[in-house]
């Protein structure tokens, strides 16, 4: 596709449940991120996927929460044991040579 | 913690008018961008300015940047409907590794 996408687009579920999100990034880019926003909030860093490197795993805000980049291509994030303050939308975005970077829809999670 | 502060928090002007944003921060950088946002899902990147930049132009947008106030603005001029939209502004704190951090954005409103 000509840009990222994001599945699903929502997704409820019930507090201790896990979730998977998926994220699929432009065709050749090397750096792809996950960010999460909640209600009226700027952008808060997840994790980071650069190339063959290591993930910068950072800004991942518990042991639940965990992400994984294919053949550096598509990326899940996974959350398990999913709680309340987890509810929020999660941004993908890739880019190429670490500078613009170019965001999907988003997957909006609501946490019951 | 947000590295951009974009301010005001809120902005209402009527169409034909300049909105201006303004955005600081707090460490050296490689480059500041401009995001827009509209509902809550994927951002959208509006322009980038190199640190040995001052001003930039894209359309109705204009950038500056002043290194040393470590601040930042976006113009957008005669403005439109259309143009309402949540801006952030992004900064990659000075490394090369792409991460970028984002300020809790601008919620501008445009009244037709």
């Known amino acids: 596709g000509a840009g990222v996408s994001q599945s699903p687009s929502n997704k409820v579920t019930e507090k201790g449940k896990d979730v998977e999100l998926r994220c699929d990034p432009i065709?050749?880019?090397?750096?792809l991120y996950w960010y999460r926003q909640s209600l009226g909030q700027g952008l808060e860093f997840l994790i980071y996927?650069?190339?063959?490197?290591?993930?910068?795993k950072s800004g991942l805000p518990s042991d639940r929460f965990s992400a994984e980049r294919t053949g550096g291509s598509v990326s899940t994030l996974t959350i398990q044991r999913t709680q309340q303050e987890d509810s929020a939308v999660y941004l993908c975005a890739s880019s190429f040579a670490g500078y613009e970077q170019f965001f999907g829809p988003g997957t909006r999670l609501t946490v019951l | 913690s947000q590295q951009g502060e974009e301010d005001p928090q809120a902005l209402s002007i009527q169409e034909g008018e300049n909105a201006t944003m303004n955005c600081s921060y707090k460490?050296?950088?490689?480059?500041l961008q401009w995001y827009r946002q509209n509902s809550g899902r994927g951002l959208v990147h509006l322009i980038l300015i190199r640190s040995n930049e001052r001003e930039k132009h894209s359309g109705r947008l204009r950038v500056t940047l002043d290194t040393s106030k470590k601040s930042s603005s976006l113009l957008i001029t005669a403005s439109r409907a259309a143009d309402t939209a949540s801006y952030f502004c992004a900064t990659d704190r000075g490394s090369t590794l792409g991460r970028l951090y984002f300020g809790r954005g601008t919620q501008l409103t445009v009244w037709p």
């Open positions: 996927f650069q190339g063959n490197s290591a993930p910068d």
């Open positions: 065709s050749g880019h090397t750096a």
């Open positions: 460490t050296s950088i490689n480059n």
